[in-house]
């Protein structure tokens, strides 16, 4: 089975892919041509996830995954939350990584959770998969590994950031995963 993939990040399209297995054939905007910017205007994970899938399946009448991630800092109120990729500027994650940890300077409350939410948009209509890991944050950087803020999260129950650890340890464990295991139980059902 064909999934579109609302996104151009590469990392992003490989991590599904590999959390889906061989049995889906994960596709991306990339991959369809279409380079248009998708404007995530939505003030919610959910309401990004549905403006990126309903985009995808618009243009292309593929079923279509919109997922929109964060990471949510209960110190600073939620953020960065849904501006997560932007939060000090053009998806630039050292600078956010190192304004998130800036802001966090002195802060004993270190707990912070990623989420992802997915939409899917297909004939059967919108449905959402939300996952939810929880965690702390480390107070620098470390692991070479993932993307995005992988280098400062401590997974509860880890010693280790998502930076730290292999792709495959990551993927049992993430926010990712478990929106894909919601939806891989939607789909056999």
């Known amino acids: ?19 889906l297995g061989e049995r889906f054939t994960v596709m991306s905007l990339t991959d369809y041509g279409i380079h248009e910017e998708i404007v995530e205007d939505g003030e919610t994970f959910h309401e990004n996830a549905l403006i990126k899938a309903k985009y995808c399946f618009e243009k292309t009448g593929k079923a279509s995954l919109g997922d929109d ?7 600073l109120d939620g953020r960065p939350g849904i501006y997560s990729a932007r939060y000090a500027g053009n998806h630039d994650f050292e600078k956010n990584m190192s304004k998130v940890l800036r802001e966090m300077e002195g802060e004993k409350n270190r707990k912070a ?14 449905h959402y998969f939300e996952g939810r890991v929880q965690g702390n944050l480390t107070a620098e950087i470390s692991g070479s590994k993932g993307f995005g803020y992988d280098p400062i999260f401590i997974p509860e129950n880890h010693a280790v950031t998502f930076a730290a650890m292999t792709a495959s340890e990551k993927n049992m464990i993430s926010h990712r995963k478990k929106a894909i295991d919601r939806f891989l139980t939607f789909l056999n059902s």
């Open 113 to 126: 959770y990623f989420i992802t939410v997915m939409c899917l948009v297909d004939d059967s209509g919108v």
């Open 1 to 19: 089975m064909e999934i579109l993939v609302a996104t151009h990040n590469v990392h992003k399209k490989e991590e599904i892919q590999q959390i």
């Open 69 to 75: 991630s964060g990471l949510v800092v209960e110190a």
